[in-house]
């Protein structure tokens, strides 16, 4: 399986965003899909996740209300809609995979920067 981010960018306070992660490869029935985000000086964060054979999803309190994740099969994609961006929301997003069940992510798409201006 491979991941390709994209959507990233600068955005002010309380605007909105969307990123888009595409999948290719094998099919990805067995896989979690998340997003996880890195800002300057802190620990690398699990913002959402999905699985892709099933409705189960996971959004993270810091986020929760004001992000969304979903997954369009028919693209192979999955989306984090990002509303009412904070500040600190700023990170280097990842669009990462893993099998059902494993702990860790361990198929990363390349990082796209979300910059949120105060």
């Known amino acids: 399986v491979q991941l390709q981010a994209s959507g990233g960018g600068m955005v002010q306070a309380g605007g909105s965003l969307r990123l888009s992660c595409v999948l290719s490869?094998?099919?990805?029935?067995?896989?979690?899909v998340g997003w996880l985000r890195q800002a300057p000086g802190k620990e690398r964060e699990v913002v959402a996740s999905?699985?892709?054979?099933?409705?189960?999803?996971y959004v993270a309190d810091s986020v929760k209300g004001r992000f969304t994740i979903a997954k369009e099969n028919a693209k192979n994609t999955v989306y984090l809609q990002m509303n009412s961006l904070k500040p600190e929301d700023t990170a280097v997003y990842y669009c990462?995979?893993?099998?059902?069940?494993?702990?860790?992510?361990?198929?990363w798409g390349q990082g796209t920067l979300v910059t949120v201006s105060s």
């Open positions: 990462a995979a893993k099998s059902r069940g494993d702990a860790r992510y361990n198929i």
């Open positions: 490869g094998r099919t990805f029935s067995r896989y979690v």
């Open positions: 999905i699985t892709w054979s099933g409705p189960s999803t």
